[in-house]
């Protein structure tokens, strides 16, 4: 009868047995799950019995300089038991000077001293880790602490938690924290990777936090400091800088708001993107992607930089004009007659276009000023290579004339394109000739074909039909934006467009025949000076009305769609 009586309880023995250790294993249970998650754990010093299911990684029995210089930089997961050091405040020391309390990632700190708990909780709140938790392993039995999150905000510590080891106990631990611990406190703005003259004045760049933050929060309750820039990164910049080493270095602790680049982009505008961390620490992230020059120029310019160009280029314009006057020197006057054509295009172009946005249009047309200018001092390349007289002899040798670097001219054609040179000369930009090629096979195909060939810097004019008819300055300014445009990628469909729509919709010859141009810009130009046609001041007057005239248009284009801007 009392073996039926034993039998009958000894379930609910065994159960209030093993009840207390259940309890006490049950947050241990918990804290390996969420290791074995992250497998790269590294294990500092030596647990007791109690503690050997917890598998790591890797290990270091002993805390000393020596070992933690070892460690790879490479574990998610610290376990770091203090149980046979006397001196912990010492060997948290050494991990900070070691860098390994430089983190944010999870530790899980093991002491059996009682009074140690304090320290290493307020040493690791201390270094920002909100997540980690301290085990206290004595007398055979385990204890978890951590920080009484609902009174501690802003790196005051208002008190020390234990653990019960409750579902709701643990659940903080391993899932996002509420958004309401930050909110007060200040939030700390760190650069790395970045030369400081990427970024936009702090107003600007505030401001864009501030819009971000009212996702998360009140505004109103974030305090932003920015941080001094790094000197480091002042000196080399890594060029396979990732996001990968853009989270390591938020994770060394700089600040609490990071902005980095994914890529290591000379130029790199704020389309910011936003990646939370696992306790609400902002991690934020330029999409630092390379950009056309016409982009940069409208994040990095200054006003002052954009005043300077007009009064350089009005300097430049009217030193032209002196020079004409002043010289008989057929470079100087050809391309100032062709200005005057090219103009005529940006005129048509700051009409209403495909380019919607204001100021990409602006910059657009300054951009195409800025080929203007580099097309004349090209033009006069050109107009002093036709007066050199033509290189009769059949070439076959096509490696010693590109190291003899004359020009080759055929009595045949005239087109333009670019082949662009280095990791992407294989890319031919023009319709009219082969593609896939590399430069000397496109070079003997020209050959074959008897077509101008010019070697330039940045690629290779081909020129097709009348070599002594005037080659306009437009037609040079056209295909280097053709070069530039393709080159980034962007714009060049619109660019295109507007270029064709200006020829086709015969707007060009409308003008230049109501100026009654229409004698100049068909005159030939040959090895005869006294066939060169001479600026006189009437033709000075005409360039100036039609630079005034086309600069008010363009205001007024402004103003219009300033005014009354179209939908997209």
């Known amino acids: 009868m009392f073996v039926h009586i034993f039998i009958l309880f000894l379930p609910f023995a065994t159960m209030r047995l093993k009840l207390p250790e259940r309890k006490s294993n049950f947050c241990l249970d918990k804290v390996i799950a969420n290791i074995e998650k992250n497998p790269n754990t590294l294990l500092i010093g030596e647990l007791n019995s109690n503690l050997n299911s917890v598998v790591a990684s890797g290990s270091i029995s002993q805390v000393n300089i020596e070992n933690l210089d070892q460690i790879e930089p490479a574990y998610e997961n610290y376990i770091i038991s203090l149980n046979k050091i006397e001196d912990v405040e010492e060997s948290m020391k050494y991990l900070e000077n070691a860098e390994i309390l430089g983190t944010r990632r999870k530790y899980i700190t093991v002491t059996n001293n009682r009074s140690n708990v304090d320290l290493l909780v307020k040493k690791l709140h201390q270094h920002g880790f909100y997540k980690s938790i301290v085990i206290l392993d004595s007398d055979n039995n385990l204890k978890f602490y951590k920080i009484d999150h609902e009174n501690s905000k802003c790196g ?193 172009m700051s009409t209403p276009t495909p380019i919607l946005n204001i100021k990409m249009k602006f910059l657009f047309i300054t951009m195409c000023w800025i080929f203007a200018i580099n097309a004349i001092i090209i033009q006069g390349k050109l107009y002093s290579i036709l007066s050199v007289p033509l290189y009769e002899r059949d070439i076959k040798d096509f490696e010693g004339l590109f190291d003899s670097g004359l020009p080759i001219t055929f009595r045949e054609g005239m087109s333009i394109v670019f082949l662009l040179m280095g990791p992407d000369y294989q890319r031919v930009l023009d319709a009219y000739t082969i593609t896939n090629m590399t430069l000397t096979e496109a070079a003997v195909q020209l050959y074959k074909t008897k077509n101008f060939v010019t070697l330039l810097d940045k690629g290779i004019f081909i020129m097709k039909p009348h070599l002594r008819k005037m080659v306009t300055t437009i037609e040079i300014v056209y295909f280097e934006v053709v070069y530039y445009l393709r080159k980034h990628h962007e714009l060049f469909e619109r660019f295109d467009f507007a270029v064709k729509r200006s020829i086709e919709s015969g707007f060009m010859d409308h003008l230049l025949k109501d100026l009654e141009w229409n004698s100049l810009l068909k005159d030939e130009i040959n090895n005869d000076e006294s066939s060169l046609f001479k600026l006189n001041l009437t033709h000075i007057q005409g360039s100036l009305f039609i630079l005034i005239g086309g600069y008010c248009l363009s205001v007024i284009s402004f103003i219009f769609e300033m005014l009354w801007p179209r939908r997209h």
């Not at 631990?173 to 200040?186: I, S, V």
């Not at 941080?227 to 989270?247: C, G, K, Q, R």
């Not at 290591?264 to 992607?289: E, R």
């Open 156 to 348: 005051e510590i208002n008190g020390i938690k234990e653990i019960t080891c409750t579902e709701d106990d643990l659940e903080p631990l391993f899932k996002p924290r509420m958004k309401e611990h930050y909110l007060g406190c200040e939030l700390k703005i760190a650069f790395a990777q970045v030369p400081p003259w990427v970024f936009i004045e702090n107003n600007e760049m505030k401001g864009i936090l501030v819009d971000f933050l009212k996702l998360i929060g009140e505004s109103e309750q974030w305090k932003l400091t920015f941080l001094p820039h790094n000197p480091v990164y002042d000196e080399d910049i890594s060029e396979n800088y990732n996001f990968e080493s853009l989270h390591d270095d938020f994770e060394n602790g700089i600040g609490d708001i990071f902005v980095g680049l994914v890529n290591n982009a000379p130029y790199v505008y704020f389309d910011i993107s936003f990646v939370l961390t696992d306790d609400y620490i902002l991690l934020v992230i330029p999409k630092g992607q390379k950009m056309p020059h016409w982009k940069s120029m409208l994040y990095l310019y200054s006003r002052k930089g954009w005043l300077l160009t007009l009064i350089l280029f009005v300097l430049f314009y009217l030193s032209l004009i002196i020079m004409t006057c002043t010289t008989s020197d057929k470079n100087f006057q050809c391309p100032v007659k062709n200005f005057m054509f090219t103009y005529a295009l940006f005129l048509a």
